[in-house]
């Protein structure tokens, strides 16, 4: 955590920062462009804010692309900030960004954590039945992990497992787990109070992808989950990085998962506020 303030102690990273936060994924001749400082100051701020944990970095061909990872600060807000109030604070949150104008989605959402574990017991809570029962708040995820194969949901242990339309894309045991996402259900309507006009539209969005990167790090191992290919302005990524009021997203699953291994037990359930 000091790492993190320090590196955010700095004018020019926190407006690398922001730049990463209107666009994900920028290579560093993107985030130089404009810039009163020479690429070379950029990249030695990218290395500080790289290995404070709050930017992380995928290759796409020969171009390395930046984006900024939520963790640290993540971990800051669950220091100080309770799950109650945090509702609270993202509700204002959100109000503030409607009014100013400023978009609140990004065309990809990547998300790098370190958990005290092995590849091996990683990829088993990924991938394992009686493990993703416990963190995904009781869904079990069923497939045989072969790419092209299907993964179903199971809401309950005694219901069937139902084929929302995921399909296994790569699955690289220990390494590298890639499945597409699904579309909103019924029950999303529901639980965000959204109208039938609402619901329809949302049906409409393409079906974005997932992809897990495990590799060893220390006595951790690093997971990357970089979550891609949606729609422009995608109520999807809002749902999935943790913006819209009532969804925790990856953040909050992943810290689970990560509390699971670490401790044995996957984080509470959020209180609901009154």
Excluded: C
Excluded at 54 to 73: D, M, S, W, Y
Excluded at 117 to 129: D, I, K, Q, V
Excluded at 157 to 186: I, M, S
């Amino acid at each position: 955590m000091d790492d993190v303030f320090r590196a955010l102690a700095d004018t020019s990273r926190r407006r690398l920062l922001d730049r990463l936060n209107l666009r994900n994924g920028q290579s560093l001749r993107e985030l130089s462009a404009g810039l009163d400082m020479t690429r070379q100051s950029v990249s030695k701020h990218l290395a500080v804010l790289e290995a404070a944990g709050l930017v992380t970095t995928t290759r796409q061909g020969r171009e390395k692309l930046h984006h900024l990872n939520a963790a640290p600060i993540n971990a800051v807000a669950d220091r100080w900030i309770g799950r109650y109030d945090r509702a609270r604070a993202q509700a204002l949150a959100d109000l503030r960004t409607a009014l100013e104008g400023q978009p609140v989605t990004s065309p990809t959402f990547v998300y790098t954590t370190y958990i005290r574990t092995t590849p091996e017991r990683l990829w088993t809570a990924l991938t394992a039945p009686e493990f993703t029962r416990r963190y995904w708040g009781g869904v079990t995820l069923v497939s045989d992990w072969r790419p092209g194969s299907p993964l179903l949901w199971q809401d309950t242990p005694d219901a069937e497992p139902k084929d929302l339309g995921q399909r296994v894309l790569e699955a690289e045991p220990y390494r590298r787990l890639a499945y597409t996402w699904h579309g909103f259900q019924p029950e999303h309507a529901a639980h965000f109070g959204w109208s039938d006009e609402e619901f329809a539209a949302r049906l409409g969005e393409r079906r974005s992808k997932v992809t897990f990167d495990l590799a060893p790090h220390g006595e951790t191992v690093r997971l990357t989950v970089t979550h891609d290919d949606f729609s422009p302005d995608s109520e999807m990524h809002r749902a999935i990085s943790g913006q819209l009021t009532g969804s925790g997203g990856w953040p909050e699953l992943l810290a689970s998962l990560k509390s699971l291994l670490e401790t044995g037990a996957p984080l509470p359930e959020p209180v609901a506020a009154d």
